[in-house]
């Protein structure tokens, strides 16, 4: 089930909602709401070697949720599929369980865990640490995306 709420807001002239004042004449104030379950309401699911990425879109924004396995790493795993040297995407997103390990094309690399808000640069490999799975929720950026 989708679940999409519309509200609409009709005020007076020199009424306020929230800090928007009204003037002139009567106007209508829309703000849409919606809500989706990766799990049993995904637009895309796609299994690529040793991850599953479940996509959504709310309200014209694709949000992703990234399980990668212990072992997974982008070079052996996603590179066959794109056909690039490293990943060419840009990513934006927060870590909620296990750790990755990213390293830049220029050489930088940095570690991320359970609790870390992260943003990649286009030109990266990256890959799971230890022995337990990695789960991250993205708002930008998909394997294999140019842009």
């Known amino acids: 089930m989708i679940v999409t709420l519309k509200f609409i807001f009709v005020t007076h002239i020199g009424s306020r909602v929230g800090n928007v004042k009204v003037s002139n004449k009567e106007r209508r104030l829309e703000m849409n709401l919606e809500a989706k379950n990766f799990a049993s309401q995904a637009d ?32 052996e795993d996603i590179k066959p599929v794109v056909g690039t040297e490293s990943c060419q995407a840009k990513h934006i997103g927060v870590i909620v369980e ?19 808000a992260y943003a990649i640069e286009p030109g990266h490999d990256a890959w799971v640490v230890g022995d337990k799975q990695a789960v991250a929720y993205e708002f930008h950026g998909a394997w294999g995306d140019k842009h």
């Open 44 to 75: 895309e699911v796609s299994t690529p070697n040793n991850a599953r990425v479940e996509t959504v879109n709310v309200l014209g924004q694709r949000v992703m949720k990234l399980t990668v396995q212990p072992g997974w790493k982008w070079s």
């Open 98 to 116: 296990g750790t990755i390990t990213c390293r830049h094309n220029d050489g930088s690399e940095i570690t991320y865990s359970e609790g870390d």
